[in-house]
């Protein structure tokens, strides 16, 4: 039976087919109606928006396809050039996913075409030039790519099946579902293009391997366009792929009826040695993989390869059992064939735990290499994408970044590390793969020099981006500063002749200090111009401000590709920006290249920069100029003030003013006012406040002002005589007023010392002092109608002289103050004579007060006496009477108070001179009053309380009199009845109802006794409240008294009559048991007496 090879080549033809069938899917007409996806579009939005999305999308997509036609030219033109070397090309299956990806694009592009020109789009037309330019171009680099990739050799098996892999997984990548396979999967699309970093280790990793679908394009349609062409299925990839396995033959299968027993044995070993040499040939030129799917695929077709293999046992074992029937001579010739087989099985059985094994240490190799190299693709792609234009100044995020970044990588050195030593560890253990393992030792080699040469680019491009927006940063805030200083100069500064003088010389001050930070401002300003030079340029990597014109640009890091090399340090041409992450460079030998642009710094001189650097020196310059005029205008007008100043003091000055000044002093306000002038010509020279004009008035204003001096002296000479007069009679009107005002503090001191308020001599005393006082005071007064003679007379002799007013105002001060004084000196004598009749009657009062107020505190408590009571009460309202009778004392004492009042008023109103000893005698003679009251309510509320007290007694007499009446007389009858004991039954009979009568009789007696006990409680409540009201009255005589009264012992009768009550129950009680007793006793005694009468009448009878 023939067995299917499992190693299998394939022609040129059919990849020149795969490529060359593409035309059909570019002019395939999409069966889509455009107008209802349009109008499903607009109803989420304005129309014209739609439009211009659209629009916009197609732009996007255009470049897009351009940069992937760019990447799959430069590897093509890579391939080619290894042709011609002779060497084997290896960009077929990056090529080939580059074109797939750009085919999808172009699917998405018509689509959006249709529904611009069904929508009527304006610039419709030129997108419809635009993308059919990019559908011409992918035509032809598909063509090119037939030319060159038919004229190559014949590939060997390895080749085949690494050209086979790549290109399946870049037609089936956009279609997967997990983003993980379809990066891992390109990893191993060129193993040989790792060397070169920034070029084919960089593409193979880009997400341009895996397309995604556009709306409106189903992946079928994608499927069946790559199977139209005669291009190889996925399920044929497969097939080649897989090892084919045949199961040995059954023994039953290989029975004959031609043949005997032996023959069929001889057969079944033979064909079971035929399996194992054939299975051991497989395994023998079994791949390994090149990628992480095809290791994996490898690893699982192992596993069930070996399987088989370890089930082949069991076909071993019948093989010895045919040995037993096997006879000479063929016997011999089947145990050799036997032991041989089994020699084999054992070998094949080895060698296949051996690849089993082989396999798992590769796929542990190429899992982790992969995920490294995924990880360190991706941070790539951050780097190169990042955008260092100028429109991007978050430069602080992506510090924090890059440092993470660091961190990261230093981590990550590590694991990479680990996988490193791994792959050393397998090729020192001469691993089968070695190939493969050597490949991706390489691209993680390549990727982290590579990475890390990024890492240097971002760090000078963090440098001089923190640089170039720093200093944009300050030249702005330059700018804002000068400007609001201009603006603060012009609006501060400005001034004009109402400018006030203070603030003219704060300003001048402020100024001076402005015009120092001005100056020391000027190196801020100087240094932004000599920054300016050093800045670099960001606008050209904004792909929104295309080249105009090539530009150099200097190269960060070396970079390298088989179409160009570049070198740190370089100066290179930047032909091309319109891509932000890869720029078209010119390099010094004249190669031509897209290039990363995060490879490049665009050098100095920033036009930008020196342009804001020049404009904020000429700002500076202005500013300075502007707060010199300023300086000048203000400096002008503060001459004009000082010398108007002087001016108008002049004017100002008369006789009087000139005859105060010191000797000199006229010369010195003349030569202040020369000086001035000659300071205002000056400082006015450059002035745009003042004309020539106003210069010549201000000199006749000083000329008139030196004339005007010279009159002012003339008139003063005239004025000493009157002055000296005028001088004299101010004298003594001074002195005069110097005793007056000595004799009114004396008088306010009096006034404001308090007397010794209960002391009626020392008023006395006070009121003899003051009228000797008001003896001085008119002797004052006449001494004042003398002087006031005098002053009459010269003010009537010199009415014409400046000081007549002063000496009148002196004048009339003087007398206006000795009328306050005398009024303030009478005002004092009536308040001093009114106190001491306030006090004189104070005290009167307060003796009747203490008197009976003594007699109440000194009552004692009442007996249960009822001519003892009616005693009290007469003796209380005998004090009634005589309290009366004195109440005139406290009238006379409240009429002199309020006449004190009065004069404290008049005193307050006239001089707002306090009395304070008036409150105190009105406080006084309150308490007096409100003491006086307490002593006539507290014997009106005796007499009440006692009134009720003996009337209470009274009943209580009464009701004890009769019960204990009663009582005695009761005792006295039961003594004597128990005393005459009964001498037969109908005695002791008629007693015992007696004594029932006698219980009856005293049963209604108890509401006598309830009564009783009334009474006593009533009269010993009342007897309680009533002395309560007694220690109430004595706690607060005590508390109005300096010393306390002595205080007696009060025993309350309240006690002695409960007492009284308690006996008088005590002893009714008692009587009633006693007779309760005796009734019982009685009763009993009747009883038996009648039996014994009955026993001796039945005796009788019987004796009878």
């Known amino acids: 039976m023939a067995y299917l090879s499992r190693t299998s080549t394939v022609s040129n033809s059919s990849f020149n087919t795969s490529f060359g069938s593409s035309d059909s899917i570019l002019t395939e007409p999409l069966q889509i109606n455009s107008s209802i996806f349009l109008n499903n579009n607009l109803a989420y939005g304005s129309r014209l928006e739609m ?374 560890r397998l090729m020192f253990k001469n691993h089968p793969a070695r190939l493969t393992i050597e490949a991706y030792k390489a691209a993680l080699q390549t990727q982290w020099s590579w990475i890390l040469q990024l890492c240097s680019c971002v760090e000078q491009h963090l440098k001089e981006n923190a640089v170039y927006f720093e200093f944009f940063s300050d030249a702005k805030e330059s700018m804002d500063y000068l400007k609001n200083l201009q603006d603060s100069i012009q609006r501060k500064y400005s001034c004009d002749r109402s400018s006030s003088l203070h603030r003219l010389e704060d300003l001048i001050q402020e100024s001076m200090d402005e015009k120092e930070q001005l100056l020391q401002y000027r190196s801020t300003v100087a240094g932004l111009v000599g920054r300016a030079k050093n800045i670099v340029q960001l606008r050209p990597r904004n792909p929104e401000s295309p080249l105009r014109c090539s530009i150099p640009v200097k190269a960060i890091c070396d970079y390298r590709q088989i179409e160009i090399t570049i070198y740190k340090d370089d100066e290179c041409v930047l032909a091309n920006n319109t891509h932000r992450a890869k720029w078209k460079v010119i390099n010094p030998a004249g190669n031509e290249a897209m290039v990363p642009s995060v490879c490049f710094t665009v050098p100095p001189p920033n036009k930008e920069a020196i342009e804001v650097a020049t404009k904020t020196e000429q700002l500076y310059q202005n500013v300075l100029a502007l707060w010199h005029r300023s300086h000048i205008n203000m400096k002008s007008v503060v001459s004009w003030h000082y010398l108007m100043g002087d001016i108008r003091a002049i004017r100002n000055w008369n006789v009087a003013s000139i005859k105060t000044m010191l000797p000199g002093e006229h010369q010195q306000v003349l030569s202040s006012l020369q000086s001035h002038f000659d300071e205002f010509l000056e400082d006015s020279e450059e002035s745009e406040v003042f004309t020539v004009a106003d210069c010549a008035q201000l000199e006749r204003d000083v000329a008139g002002c030196k004339e005007y001096y010279q009159e002012l002296l003339r008139s003063a000479e005239r004025e000493e005589h009157e002055e000296s007069v005028y001088n004299r009679y101010i004298s003594e009107i001074r002195n005069f007023r110097m005793h007056l005002e000595a004799h009114e503090e004396h008088l306010i001191r009096q006034i404001r010392s308090p007397l010794e308020r209960d002391d009626l001599e020392q008023s006395l005393q006070r009121i003899t002092e003051h009228e000797r006082k008001v003896a001085e005071l008119e002797r004052l007064k006449e001494d004042l109608d003398v002087l006031k003679g005098k002053c009459d007379l010269f003010l009537r002799q010199a009415a014409g002289s400046p000081s007549v007013s002063m000496l009148s105002s002196e004048l009339a001060t003087i007398v206006q103050h000795m009328g306050q004084v005398s009024s303030m000196s009478s005002i004092y004598m009536d308040k001093l004579k009114t106190v001491s009749l306030v006090v004189k009657h104070s005290q009167n009062a307060e003796g009747h007060v203490k008197t009976y107020e003594s007699k109440l505190y000194e009552e004692d408590a009442m007996n249960s006496d009822i001519r003892s009571i009616e005693s009290v009460i007469s003796t209380l309202k005998q004090w009634r009477a005589e309290i009366d009778e004195r109440q005139e004392v406290f009238h006379d004492m409240e009429d002199e108070l309020q006449k004190a009042r009065v004069i404290s008023d008049r005193m307050f109103k006239t001089h707002n001179e306090r009395d304070f000893d008036l409150d105190w005698h009105k406080e006084k003679a309150d308490q007096l009053s409100e003491r006086w009251q307490s002593i006539h309510s507290q014997i009106d509320g005796r007499l009440r309380d006692l009134d009720g007290i003996s009337k209470l007694l009274k009943h209580y007499r009464e009701s004890y009199s009769s019960v204990d009446e009663w009582i005695i007389e009761l005792e006295t009858a039961q003594l004597k009845a128990q005393e005459n004991k009964p001498d037969d039954s109908k005695a002791l009979a008629e007693l015992l109802n007696k004594q029932k009568v006698l219980v009856s009789e005293i049963e209604q007696k108890q509401s006598r006794i309830d009564m009783c006990q009334k009474y006593s409680e009533q009269y010993s409540s009342a007897i309680k409240d009533y002395e309560l009201q007694l220690m109430t009255f004595r706690a607060m005589v005590d508390s109005q008294h300096k010393s306390p009264l002595k205080k007696r012992r009060m025993q309350s009768s309240s006690d002695a009559i409960q007492q009284e009550f308690m006996d008088l129950r005590t002893r009714y009680t008692a009587l009633v048991t006693l007779i309760t007793q005796y009734v019982k006793f009685a009763s009993e005694t009747l009883k038996r007496a009648e039996d014994e009468e009955v026993t001796l009448a039945f005796n009788y009878l019987i004796a009878f």
């Open 51 to 424: 439009l211009q999305q659209i629009a916009n999308r197609v732009q996007r997509d255009c470049v897009n396809g351009e940069d992937k036609l760019a990447l799959a030219r430069t590897a093509l033109q890579s391939d080619a050039k290894r042709l011609e070397s002779g060497i084997q090309f290896m960009h077929e299956a990056e090529i080939a996913s580059y074109l797939v990806e750009c085919e999808n694009i172009l699917r998405q592009q018509v689509v959006d075409i249709q529904i611009l020109l069904d929508g009527k789009f304006p610039f419709a037309d030129q997108l419809v030039q635009r993308v059919s330019k990019l559908r011409d171009d992918l035509l032809t680099l598909r063509a090119e790519c037939s030319s060159v990739y038919s004229q190559s050799r014949t590939l060997s098996t390895e080749q085949t099946k690494m050209m086979i892999s790549g290109i399946t997984q870049s037609l089936n990548s956009g279609f997967s579902q997990s983003i993980n396979s379809s990066l891992t999967s390109s990893i191993g699309h060129t193993p040989g293009g790792l060397s070169t970093p920034g070029s084919t280790f960089t593409s193979s990793l880009t997400p341009c391997l895996t397309p995604s679908l556009t709306p409106g394009l189903q992946p079928s349609s994608v499927q069946s366009y790559m199977g139209s062409g005669g291009g190889m299925e996925p399920g044929s990839l497969m097939h080649l792929k897989h090892m084919q396995i045949r199961k040995p033959l059954l023994k039953s299968l290989l029975a004959d009826p031609n043949m005997t027993e032996e023959e069929v044995n001889m057969k079944y070993v033979q064909d079971l040695l035929n399996w194992v040499e054939e299975m051991q040939l497989q395994l023998e030129r079994s791949e390994w993989g090149s990628d992480l799917p095809t290791v994996e695929m490898h690893l699982e077709n192992h596993k069930g390869v070996h399987r088989a293999i370890e089930e082949f046992q069991m076909s071993l074992k019948d093989a010895k059992l045919s040995e037993i029937q096997m006879t000479l001579p063929l016997k011999l010739t089947y145990s050799d064939k036997l032991n041989k087989l089994e020699r084999q099985y054992e070998r094949l059985l080895s060698y296949s735990r051996e690849r089993q094994n082989n396999l798992e240490n590769l796929h542990d190799f190429v899992s982790q290499a992969t995920q490294e190299l995924i990880w360190l693709n991706e941070k790539e792609e951050e780097e190169v994408a990042f955008d260092w234009s100028d429109r991007n100044s978050s430069i602080s995020k992506k510090r924090d970044y890059h440092a993470d970044l660091m961190r990261e990588l230093d981590e990550k050195e590590e694991a990479i590390k680990s996988v490193q030593d791994k792959a050393e």
